[in-house]
Every structure is written in C-alpha cells, then in structure tokens.
C-alpha cells in the first residue's frame, strides 16, 4: 500500500453477471492532492469505476483503499459515512437539493461528517463564498447553471475530502464553461489538499491534467 | 442553523403541502370520529353512574325496573304511576334505613324536570357517592312553613332559564317530554333560594321544591276539576230539563279568583302521592354495600303495588345494551383510522418517484440506508401526530357539540372531558400508525439504487 495515496485499487474485479467481468484493474493509485483524469468512451465502464471507488458497489475481489482505509471491507452505515467524510462527488447534472438553499445544500455534505454542527453554516458560507456564491440563504432552484455548479463543488469540498472524484463534470457545458468549471473544480481541490480523480470523454480535457489514465489500457476486462 | 434531518423532514413536507395536509386532514377527520366516540362513551358512562349516587334502591309504581331508574334518576319521562303516602310510610317502617327520600315528578319549568321532594335530599343524598350537593349559591330549601315554596336550581336549569337568587316562578304542571302543553300553576309562586353547582350527573337540568308545596298546587288542581266537574253536571242537568244554564257558572276563572288556596290541613290522602322514594340502607363504617341489601330487595320485590330497582344494576344493563352498539361504532371508527393510515402510506408511495434522486444524493453525502429509512417513517409519523392533534381538538368541539344535542334531545348532562389516557393514547396511537403506514414507502427508499437515480435527466 502506498502511504501517501489518496486512493489504491488493487486487483480490482467487479460483474454484473458472474464470469463476465465488468472492471478488472490490476492497480490504480492516486497520491494525495494529486489530480488525475481517467479517459474512456461510452461503455468503458468509467461509471462501474467511480460506484466500486465510492463503495456503492461491492467488488468481486480486490481491494479500494481511500485515505489509508480499506473501503471495500466497510459495510452498510460505517461504508456510507466514510464515504461521506473522505470522498467528495461532482456530478454531471450536479444533483443539487432542490427547495433546498445553496448553504443547506454545502450543509447537507457537512451533516455525516464529525466536523460540529455549531461549525456546519460558517463552514457552508465560506465555501460558498470561497467560489464566489454571496448569497448562501437563496434556494439553489433560483440559482443560474454555473452557480448552481459553484454550489456543487462547494458540496463536494465542504468536509475536507481526500479524494474528489468528477464524474463527466462539463459534459453537457460549452467550451467555454466547461473551462471556468473545470478551473473552479481543480482549484478548489488544490486549495483544500484533495486528491482529483476526474472521469472524462472529452478529449479537450487532457491539457489540464498532468496524468491522464486511459480506462481501456487500466482495465483488463475491456481487452478480452 | 445546521441542517438536520428534521430539515430534510419539514422541506419534504412543504414541498408536498397539498399532499401533507390533506393527509393530515383525512387522519385528523377518522381521529376526531374516533375521539368523540370514545369520549362520549365514556363521559356518558360516568354521566350515568353519577346520577343514581349513593342510593341502593329506588322504589317507584314504573313497569320495569330500568324504566323506574331512567324516570325517577334522569328524568326521562314524568312517571305515570304512583305510589300512596301509606306505602311509604310503610316501607319506612319495615326497614332500618339511612335515608327513604320521597320525590314526585311531574312538573316542569321552561323545559328543565322539577323533582319535588324534602330538603334530606340535599343533606343524606349525594349524586355521584363521597361528593354532597355543593351550593354555587344560597341554600336548599328550607324546613316548615317558612320553606314551602322554596326552590332550588340545578347548574344546567340555571343556565338554561336564566333565573338568578331571589327569582320567583310558577311551575308548569306535566314535563318538558310531554306531549300536551302543561298549564301554569300560576297562583303558586315559588322563590329561587338555592343554585347548585355542577355535579355532572342528570339532576344539573333539574329544579328542586319541597314534596307538600306539590301536593298543595296539585290538591288545588284537584279541586277546581272537581268544580268544573260538578258545574259540567249542571250545566247538562239544566239543559235536559230545558233551562238555560246560568252564564257565570261558565266564567271557571272568575269563579275561582278569590278562593282560598289550600293548606297542609286540606290535603287528602289522594293529594299525597309520590313517584318515587330513594332509599339507602344503613351501612358498616368503611362499608357502602350493607349485608341486608339483597334481602331487603327480594322483600320489596315481592310486594306487587310497587317497582324496586338497584340503579347501579339497571345502569350496567343499560350499559351493556348500549355498549355492542358503540363497540360497533368504535370498530367503524377504526376502520376510518386505519383507511387514514393507508393514505398516509398511499401519499408517500406516490411520492417516492420524485423523491429517489434525493434519497440517492443524500446516500451519496453519507445517509446510510437505515437513516434513509428513518427518515420516511419519521415524517409519516409527524403527519399522524398533526392529524392526530387537529383530530383531537376538532373531537373536543365535535364531543361538545355532541354532548349539548344529548342535553337538549335526551337530557342526558354529559361534560365531554376526555379521561386523563384518552388523548396521550389517540395521539400515540395514531402516530405509531403513521409510523407503521410508512413502511412500504421507507423500504423502497431503503433499496433506492443510488447511481441509477443520479444519471442526467432526458
């Protein structure tokens, strides 16, 4: 195990049908603060990756380590509060908490985390305000596309994770967008010390990654 | 302020105001059903239980035992039969009694039953056993000549009428239940003396005088019938012999102006009639059920001219009979609790389509299943507890409006005071049913899969 990964797959096998491996990835790992971008095209499995590093899948065998911590032996409450407290998660749509507010939306993150609850809406309000959202009290529905994505990746940093990890984060963005999003997202991990592992198809994201990982060359299930 | 899932509760709520509250309402609706009926059941009983006190017998000339209790206890109907002075006499005789207290009803004042009787009532009878008579104002009515035409006035007759201290009124002769109008016993005028306060028992719609001053207005009656009577004859003999009757043998009223009223030594043994006769035997100290009590019963059984009743019997049969029917319509009240709690399981199931991309971010954030689960049941829960608490005060006016159709329809005083359980049990009940009606919901959020409901939409 390397000791200053933000995250280690070893071995790592998953199906959905039993002898017909989705994921098969010998070793992948991350070191902290590192940023990563994990290419592939549809059907790669990409999504399969980030559910088995996020422990919302079981693996078949193998191990997913985040921040020191075997994910994949953790079961039910204790998996799903450590990956509350560790993992960080951007999604493409966002999946904000509508009728919520932006800062109850940061909070949200914050509620499964050891941080105090006394602390949780200064908290909420500095990260909001650290990405350039000034009013934390208005109702993310309110909100335009690149606040609301302000919002998320506030969420996804809020707790002081290890590791981020962006699923497709500027797929349904234009160029331009996707570039201050992708700044916001990179930045914010760098300003708190996460790890980044992004998941992308789009081929203009490579610049901004100094190691890129090809999904198709990781996972041996694919070239069988 | 953090958020807690109480947050993540309350905003699920309002997100489906529409859904929350006719939820609550249909919960609050079966709620208020089911806590008027019990409510009334149970003020009904001690309603009734109050009345008969702490008497061991009623004697009375009624048909049948609960019919005498129903007449002589809570003012039912005015008993047609009567029972002589010598009977009572008798009966006081032949046993050794605390109290054999005579009461005649018949007469009436604005509606409310007027129960003559002696002022021992007020002194040896209490209407619910270990509380007496408690006076809100003045006394009972006074002994001898002086007290004669004294009244005194039920809590319920007195709000009622309206008559104050110191009122006077003539009583109307036959009950409020009759079904020919009484006429007024205007030339007997009697004085408020006394105002009770409430015991909750039938004699609160009651007024109280004193047995002679009855029988003195009922001896005057008598014997201004039996004139008119013997004018009728006349005025038929004339006319068989062809004269023409004299005009002011006609003028009944006039004829009667000035004639002297009765007094105590006019009456007759005919005008010394009563109803009834509350009877007590003489009890153990410690001890309110006297070993002699069923053998003096079997011996007033046996006498045929009379009725003996033991309320407290008669009350248990009654409740008996009444008790399958409201056992009927608590188990129909429960049934509309429990359609309450299907639709509190039916607003949530339909929700749970909009609300899985929640659930899958909140398990993304770190809610574990469990918590997820709870999460649901709980806010199930608090529908039942809103609707069981607007159910509970909508069954407070409900019982209350209930019970003034009971004491204008039956006379039945009823005070709709839930007992201390009721309302803790209704409401924890009704919340544990909500809780349970949350299940279903709180299980498909439980198996919610996560990465499918956060894919993009469309």
New interface residues.
Partial sequence: MEHDAALELKELKFEYTPGTPVVDIAHLAVARGEQVLLTGGSGSGKSTVLQLISGLLDPVSGSVVVAGERLDTLHGAARDLFRGRHIGMIFQSFNLLTGFSAAENVMAALMFSTIPAREHLARAVDALKGLGIETPDRLVDELSVGQQQRVAVARAVACGPALVLADEPTASLDPENAAIAMDLIQGACRARGAALLCVSHDPGMAARFERRQALAELNRAGKR | ????DW??IR?SM??RLFSTVTTALTVAVAVALLFTLLVMRDSGRRAFARGSGNMHMLVSADASPMVSVLNSVYYANPPRRFISWAKYQEITRRFPLEFAIATQIGDSFRGQPVLATSPELFTKFQPTPGEPWKFAAGAAMREGEAGLWDVVVGSQAARATGLKMGDKLSLTHGASTSREPGHVHTKFSYTVVGILETTGSAHDRALFCRIEASWLMHAFDRHELEEAREAEAAKAAAIAKGETPKAEEHDHDHEHADEPLPTMADLTDEDRKITGVYLRLITRAGSDVPANLAQVFTMLRSDASIQVAQPAEEINKLMAIVGNVDQILVGMAAVVMVSSGIAIMLALYNSMEQRR??I????????????VFGLVVTEAAIVGMIGAVAGVLLGMGGAAITAEIMRARVGLVIEPMPSVEIVPLLVLGTVLLGAVAGVIPAMMAYGTP??KN????G
């Fill in positions: 302020m953090a958020m807690t947050t993540i905003r309002r997100a991309r929640q899958a971010i909140l398990r993304v954030l770190g809610c574990s299943r469990p918590r996560v990465a956060l894919r993009p939409v």
